[in-house]
């Protein structure tokens, strides 16, 4: 038996999440270097299952396949593809970073109420590490079921981090942040295992279709399509379409997909500048991921069928999300805003159903990732700073700190698409693949990017440019801890705007097998101009 | 109560002879060695009672623990020799006259339940809990139940260092009428095991330590539904027997199915169809009853939140595993061929309790309370699972039972460390803040909500998931979608605690965490273990359960 590779890349970090807990209490600073090894040690596994994936061999690979439990049809199936294999590097390489940035978030506040120093560290990065391996498993998983249950459990660290650790900066002072960042965290919470739930109502259908057909009841991913391919299985129209229905809404309501997107700018809102990284960037990576993996093979027709009320939901997200983004006050609410519209740029590529739009929509995760990370934590170190996230508590920060100004222009331009940067090449090719097949849509979506230029430029402009703001005049520049956490994505998202060869040639075979599970091929006058 | 115990079954052979066609009068063969886990437990609860004699007051505690301790252990020792023999599957069959069922549902439930009981013998006898009164260590029990609430009398039993420890042979005999609850193979047994263990529990109610006069009122509430819920059954057992001619399962069954002699006395009513129709519906309400489901739930919060926090626990977790087993036995054997007739009230019933359940309990203030209306919930998606019919429905059941009986152990046992100079602080409000002042106790109480809100990797989602594909592949999709939205709805409290716990700021003049003795601790350290070990791997207790799944018939 071979290593078992993706096993490792997950049990590492739940191992140091429990390493990490089990530090003694006094020992705060060994607390954060084990679980910043650990999320190290994760990243190096999950670059070693890149390099060992070969993008021309078979479907999935890095296989593994257990019983867990027979009676419920439950395997521990794992194996990677193209888009798998990129968004679990995508996830090790972040955690790191939100660490680091995260460096001081879960520290004891000064002062002598005992209850206002309870902020215990290492429950704080033991619960990062966990979510960690939990997206990595649901990102790894074969088994729908094996999916769904890291899927849902990783609520349960999310709550604790978004409700236990929230932002400092309230505007409301510190009583009304408390109970504005428990009311976050229950409303991301409910929305999610609402979600869940119907999906699990979902899952238990489909259990009992293959029940029926196949004998034994299964959740293989393997085993389901190709019992289809050999015409042993085959879903009703209409059950195929409540499926999917059930399926799908779990989906939206994580990636978020307007009207479901209301929880988002609560939770990035209230939780710390990491933590909404780790939300928008890694956690809600999950939902467009499923949509690709489970929604389109599982049930190819059903989302044939769900394909022009999605794409218009989608469509919605995108002005939608950047008009409110417009309107913000808030710095966080702002890029909560700004992530709205970008998953619904994602979520179009996706059902455009074209070879680019599908390609776009996955490099869109790994560069929307990284992008939003830049931006967010270099706000995060803004807000810290200045003691306050409203917009208009700034003003000249760059005569006064350039560094922070420049990267933040930086993560700010990768977020409106500028080419050259990474997110240019993804946002390029959804829009190309969903002009190929719908123009008007596509149309209607390049609105999305103006206003990505305007909401983007104008808090650059209020936060960043004019006379220096009360508050604003001793403001330090980034440390090096601070710059050891940007200077590399802002790297990265140079490299990927040059040159996005490497991740695409990984992610596009895989994008081939997902097209042709819905039987749909490119339309006649495609742009075929692909490397 | 013994004496009626003893002459239980003696009377009962002789009225089924009556009632049969021979003329002899035959000697009652009883297989001892097949019935062993309930006479152990009648045996040493019998013990029990002489020891609250003759024992002196100053051991008596420790003999009492002992000996219920000793006695259930060896019962579920006896359990699992009948089950390692292959009474669970290949020589399942009808002991005692044919009044008592040996089969793998019984034992499985028998099992259960005593293993529940052992763990709640460990929280009855806390004695680290309550401040010490007059010099001395005092449980969660009344020193004196006879006593008027803050009377002299009470006064001066406190200052004598009484204490009730005839709680643990109540205990035991409450236990041994649950073991026959579910295997009780014809309805004369069913109503006298259902009596037998309602009767102790009644007392048990009565006895809290604190508040008394509202544990007297929940005791008389329970008892005045429950006898009204007895009287029910019993109208429904003498109906049916007049459709049927028999009191037995089998009898009536056949009956049912046609296939049955008719006796001439009996000729007149036998297969009456509203005979039989009302009368399933007075027995069903009778079991329906015990189980706490909608509209027959009422008793539940008052008498949660009024009964000592130990009884409630093991209320919660028994009664509901005993009557379950009751209540699928009537429907799977006797019942299989009305099955058109019950099957739509109660999915009606079960809808009913899934969503009044979950919605009643979003309102609640009080954790008992809370709790009670959960287990409301969580009964209806039992009766998902019981409307399954088939072998899937039975070994799902089995399975939840198991599963939810730990965690309510569990989850009340931490109940019982929440204090403050008043007892346990059981409002709501109380308990915020409490993941700062003590986060193990906090964490531990989350992991059983978790686990009764159904996330996975958790026993809840094992069992959750277990009774709805049941449900889902018996033809209810209908009702998994209810169960999951009531879910929903249910998970929206049991966070909101979890929210109350670790986001709210702490009172200043909060509850405070009692250290417990090593007893309540292993109590709660069980309860955990099952919670996460039937989440994770549940494999092996699935195949227990599915194995359990058949009922002899």
């Given amino acids: 038996m071979s290593f078992p590779l993706l096993t490792a890349t997950a049990a590492l970090p739940a191992v140091g999440a429990i390493a990490t807990a089990a530090v003694p209490a006094a020992r705060r600073v060994a607390a954060k270097y084990t679980a910043l090894a650990f999320s190290l040690g994760t990243l190096v596994l999950a670059i070693i299952a890149m390099v060992r994936f070969d993008p021309g061999g078979a479907r999935y690979q890095l296989t593994e396949s257990h019983t867990w439990v027979k009676n419920f049809g439950l395997h521990y199936d794992l194996g990677v593809d193209g888009i798998a294999v990129v968004m679990v590097a995508l996830t090790a390489l972040l955690i790191p970073f939100v660490m680091l940035a995260g460096w001081h978030d879960a520290d004891p506040l000064e002062g002598p109420d005992p209850n206002r120093r309870w902020r215990p560290t290492q429950g704080f990065f033991a619960l990062i590490l966990l979510v960690e391996a939990m997206v990595v498993l649901s990102f790894e998983a074969t088994d729908v079921f094996l999916f769904y249950i890291f899927f849902e459990a990783m609520l349960i660290p999310m709550y604790f981090l978004i409700g236990g650790f929230g932002d400092r900066a309230h505007p409301g002072g510190e009583e009304e942040a408390a109970r504005q960042r428990s009311y976050a965290a229950v409303k991301f919470l409910l929305y999610n295992l609402v979600g869940g739930l119907i999906m699990l109502a979902a899952i238990i259908g489909l259990y009992a279709a293959t029940a029926r057909q196949l004998g034994t009841g299964t959740f293989s991913l393997q085993q389901i399509l190709d019992a289809r391919a050999s015409g042993q299985f085959k879903l009703g129209t209409d059950t195929e379409r409540w499926l999917f229905l059930g399926f799908f809404f779990a989906f939206a309501v994580k990636a978020p997909l307007w009207p479901l997107h209301t929880w988002l700018p609560n939770a990035m809102g209230e939780a710390t500048s990491p933590v909404a990284v780790l939300i928008t960037a890694v956690v809600d990576k999950v939902g467009t991921f499923a949509m690709l993996r489970f929604c389109l093979q599982l049930f190819p027709e059903a989302s044939k069928w769900a394909t022009p009320v999605i794409l218009v939901l989608a469509l919605i997200s995108i002005i939608y999300g950047a008009l409110l983004a417009v309107g913000q006050r808030d710095i966080k609410r702002l890029i909560a805003y700004a992530s709205v519209s970008h998953f619904g740029f994602i979520i179009l590529g996706i059902f455009a159903m074209t070879s680019q739009g599908e390609s776009g929509a996955t490099l869109y995760m790994v560069n929307h990732g990284i992008s939003t990370a830049a931006l967010m934590l270099v706000a995060g170190f803004l807000i810290t700073r200045r003691g306050s996230r409203i917009i208009a508590d700034f003003g000249g920060v760059q005569k006064v700190a350039p560094v922070l100004a420049g990267t933040f222009m930086i993560g700010g331009l990768a977020t409106l698409s500028l080419p050259g940067l990474a997110p240019f090449v993804s946002e390029f090719l959804v829009l190309v693949g969903t002009f190929s097949r719908y123009p008007v849509l596509g149309i209607i979506a390049t609105l999305g990017i103006v206003l990505a230029a305007l909401y983007v430029l104008v808090l650059y402009q209020r936060t960043m440019t004019g006379p220096v703001k009360a508050g604003i005049e001793g403001m330090a520049d980034l440390k090096v801890r601070e710059v050891v956490v940007v200077a590399p994505l802002i790297a990265l998202l140079l490299f990927l705007g040059v040159y996005p060869k490497p991740v695409a040639d990984i992610v596009n075979p895989s994008v081939k097998h997902t097209l042709s599970d819905v039987h749909k091929t490119d339309p006649k006058p495609a742009l075929e101009a692909k490397k | ?553």
Avoid at chain 2, 381 to 406: M, Q
């Fill in chain 2, 1 to 553: 109560m013994s004496a009626a115990l003893h002459t239980g079954p003696a009377v009962h052979s002789m009225w089924t002879s009556a009632a049969s066609t021979t003329d002899r009068f035959p000697t009652p063969h009883i297989e001892y060695a097949q019935l062993s886990p309930v006479l152990i437990v009648f045996g040493v609860a019998m013990v029990g009672v002489l020891a609250e004699a003759f024992v002196p007051r100053r051991s008596r505690y420790t003999a009492q623990v002992v000996l219920a301790i000793v006695g259930l252990a060896a019962a579920f020792a006896a359990v699992v020799a009948l089950a390692e023999k292959g009474y669970g599957t290949t020589k399942a069959h009808i002991a005692a006259m044919g009044a008592v069922a040996v089969d793998g549902p019984a034992l499985f439930l028998q099992g259960t339940i005593l293993l529940v009981a052992l763990v709640a013998v460990f929280t009855f006898a806390e004695r680290r809990l309550d401040p010490m009164a007059h010099g001395q260590h005092v449980d969660s029990f009344a020193a004196q139940g006879s006593a008027v609430p803050g009377g002299d009398q009470e006064k001066a039993a406190v200052r004598a260092g009484f204490t009730t420890t005839e709680v643990f042979p109540l205990l035991l005999f409450a236990v041994g009428g649950m073991l026959i609850f579910p295997a009780a193979n014809d309805l004369l047994t069913l109503f006298v095991a259902l009596e037998v263990f309602s009767l102790p529990l009644y007392i048990l109610c009565a006895l809290a330590r604190r508040n008394r006069l509202m544990s007297q009122e929940a005791a008389v509430k329970y008892f005045l539904l429950g006898a009204f819920s007895s009287a029910f059954l019993l109208f429904g057992i003498a109906l049916l027997y007049g459709y049927a001619g028999s009191v037995s399962y089998s009898g009536i069954s056949s009956v049912i199915d046609g296939t049955a002699k008719i006796t001439p006395a009996l000729a007149d009513t036998t297969g009456n169809d509203a005979l039989l129709l009302i009368g399933i519906a007075m027995v069903t309400v009778g079991l329906l009853f015990k189980v706490g489901a909608v509209p027959f739930h009422m008793w539940t919060p008052d008498v949660y939140q009024g009964a000592p926090t130990p009884v409630t626990g093991f209320m919660a977790a028994a009664t509901k595993v005993a009557a379950f087993g009751a209540l699928l036995r009537l429907l799977y054997v006797v019942l299989p061929g009305m099955r058109w007739d019950w099957r739509p009230v109660m999915w009606g019933v079960a809808i009913a309790t899934m969503i009044a359940g979950a919605v009643i309990a979003v309102t609640q203030t009080d954790v008992k309370r809370l709790l009670a209306y959960s287990s409301v919930a969580h009964a209806g998606f039992i009766l998902a699972g019981v409307i399954a019919t088939d072998k899937d429905g039975v070994s799902s059941v089995l399975f939840y039972l198991a599963a939810y009986s730990f965690v309510t152990l569990g989850a009340f046992a931490v109940v019982t460390l929440v204090r403050d100079a008043g007892g346990e602080a059981t409002h709501l409000s109380r308990w915020a803040g409490l993941g700062r002042r003590s986060p193990l106790v906090a964490a531990v109480f989350a992991v059983f909500l978790l686990a009764f809100a159904g996330i996975p990797l958790t026993s809840g989602f094992a069992g959750k998931f277990a009774v709805f594909k049941a449900a889902a592949q018996g033809g209810a999709m209908p009702l998994v979608i209810v169960g999951v939205i009531s879910s929903a709805i249910a998970a929206f409290f049991y966070i909101r605690v979890i929210v109350l716990m670790f986001f709210s700021e702490p009172k200043a003049d909060g509850p405070s965490v009692a250290v417990p003795s090593p007893l309540t601790s292993t109590a709660i350290a069980v309860g955990v273990a099952v919670t996460l070990v039937l989440g994770l791997a549940p494999q092996y207790f699935l195949d227990l359960a599915d194995k359990a799944g058949v009922f002899v018939r």
